[in-house]
């Protein structure tokens, strides 16, 4: 899992469950949680962390600094800004500024879900799989929260890297149940089928991911592979046309051109 999988896992981290790929994820997550601002000081902090999430999605990260700092001189035991900070210090590649705000956000706010799920996805990424679990857990278990297909998609994915398939189904099926479009968790579950040898219904969980969403190259490719393990030659070469028109730089397209199916 690099940076592909990290790269992956903030973009649902930001926007929700939607994405899908060796990666994933699925983190959380966004920046700012939804607990109400309970002051004029709140308030400013709030919108100065809101606009300071958006420049990170625009990958403006120096901007989104700058406003998780706004924010924080207006409110400085305001959580959602230090979860804003660690968040683009990930993006950075900063991990000791990212481990400290998260530290900082949580002791202000221990029960956010929001930051409890994007501190598993930062514990996740840094080879810290198991850890990342409670934290999950607790954003998921939230009654207030409403999106907790997220962290159980993310928890999922990361007891796949522990290698751990059984969990890692579990929490995925889990995380299907709360939200039946959640095209990452379809992919998880057929990567986990076809790595296991459950070529059809791995084949089913792909044709799905189709059917919601244009196909990124990651689906391409496993999608591929699996009509390859079925002996389905003419679809294989379908997903080989389209991976090599859609996707000619991508790492399934020079894994395609070096014959590296596995």
Not at 216 to 233: D, M, P
Request: with cysteine.
């Amino acid at each position: 899992m690099n940076k592909t999988i990290f790269a992956l896992g903030l973009a649902v981290m930001l926007a929700g469950c939607t994405a899908t790929g060796s990666g994933s994820g699925q983190g959380a997550q966004q920046a700012v949680s939804a607990q109400p601002a309970e002051s004029e000081q709140q308030q400013r902090a709030k919108i100065h962390t809101e606009l300071g999430s958006l420049y990170m999605l625009d990958g403006r990260s120096a901007i989104a600094l700058e406003e998780a700092r706004i924010a924080l001189s207006a409110d400085p035991n305001y959580a959602p800004a230090y979860n804003l900070l660690a968040l683009t210090h990930m993006v950075l590649n900063e991990s000791r500024l990212a481990e400290d705000n998260f530290q900082k956000a949580l002791r202000l706010a221990p029960g956010d879900p929001e930051i409890n799920n994007n501190y598993g996805w930062f514990l996740c990424q840094n080879g810290r799989e198991q850890g990342s679990i409670s934290y999950f857990m607790a954003a998921a278990k939230n009654p207030l929260y409403t999106t907790p297909t997220k962290p159980y998609t993310n928890a999922g994915i990361c007891s796949v890297r522990l290698k751990d398939d059984k969990a890692g189904e579990d929490y995925l099926f889990t995380a299907l149940r709360l939200s039946p479009t959640n095209t990452q968790a379809l992919f998880w579950l057929a990567d986990i089928a076809y790595r296991q040898g459950r070529h059809s219904e791995a084949r089913q969980w792909t044709t799905d991911i189709e059917k919601m969403m244009e196909p990124t190259a990651e689906v391409i490719w496993l999608a591929l592979r699996i009509e390859r393990k079925l002996a389905n030659r003419e679809t294989e070469a379908r997903y080989a046309s389209q991976l090599r028109r859609r996707f000619p730089g991508s790492p399934e397209h020079r894994l395609l051109t070096q014959g590296q199916y596995e």
